[in-house]
């Protein structure tokens, strides 16, 4: 299997949340948990990040049992330990402490080395007239690409 296979995506961050600030994470993972990322089978819709303790945590990510593990099967919800630097985690916490900011999951990948990463992001909730300004500028590009290709 080659690394850049697995490419999890959150479809509604971009859309409900103007991202700032990304930054890439490794995560604490256990053995089937690992195995059933691999085969693209987890899912970021609804999940979000907190800044406990000096530690990065992904709540609400569902990674679905791995179809061959037995007793030691995973928990589907489970809450999952990020891997940051310690200034990178001050950086975080200074910056979704603002109102309005929150840690948003954004991606989950496979790196060269086998190891899985994600791309978490600081955003800011959009507003509704900004969602329907997001909808009409993607609607126009589809109309101008569709006027190119005649």
Not at 31 to 52: F, H, M, P, Q, W
Not at 127 to 149: A, G, H, L, S
Request: aromatic content about 10%; overall charge positive.
């Amino acid at each position: 299997m080659k690394a850049n296979q697995v490419n999890i995506k959150n479809k509604k961050a971009h859309f409900n949340y103007e991202i700032g600030d990304t930054y890439t994470a490794g995560m604490v993972l256990t053995g089937t948990e690992i195995k059933s990322i691999r085969e693209g089978r987890a899912n970021l819709t609804d999940s979000y990040c907190v800044v406990d303790h000096g530690e990065v945590w992904v709540k609400g990510m569902h990674v679905s049992e791995y179809f061959y593990g037995s007793y030691n099967n995973h928990e589907s919800r489970r809450d999952r330990k990020l891997l940051l630097s310690k200034k990178e985690i001050a950086k975080i916490a200074k910056q979704s402490s603002d109102a309005g900011f929150t840690i948003v999951p954004l991606r989950i990948f496979i790196n060269e080395k086998g190891y899985a990463k994600i791309v978490i992001g600081i955003g800011k909730g959009k507003k509704e007239y900004d969602k329907r300004q997001t909808i009409k500028e993607r609607e126009d590009r589809r109309d101008i690409d569709r006027m190119f290709k005649r």
